[in-house]
């Protein structure tokens, strides 16, 4: 019997990014953001993730971001 366990990697971080500052994006300054994640670890994944999360005030709040089994961007959802 074959069994495939397949899980998902997720990186947990809170974000405070102005309307301002995430315009950057928009203009081709900005390609990726670095940010803490809530186990320590420093993380890099690209700013166009954000983009169904920035609101008027820009993106406030913490983030589940997941990735599948071979490392590649799978989703973001916001928990807080």
């Not at 690209?46 to 005030?57: D, T």
């Amino acid at each position: 019997m074959l069994v495939i366990i397949a899980f998902m990697k997720e990186i947990i971080v809170s974000l405070y990014i102005t309307r301002e500052d995430y315009l950057t994006v928009y203009q081709g300054q900005v390609k990726d953001v670095v940010a803490t994640a809530s186990d320590g670890r420093v993380v890099r994944f690209p700013a166009a993730i954000l983009k169904g999360m920035v609101g008027h005030e820009g993106i406030q709040g913490t983030f589940k971001i997941q990735f599948d089994a071979a490392n590649k961007f799978d989703g973001i959802t916001r928990i807080k």
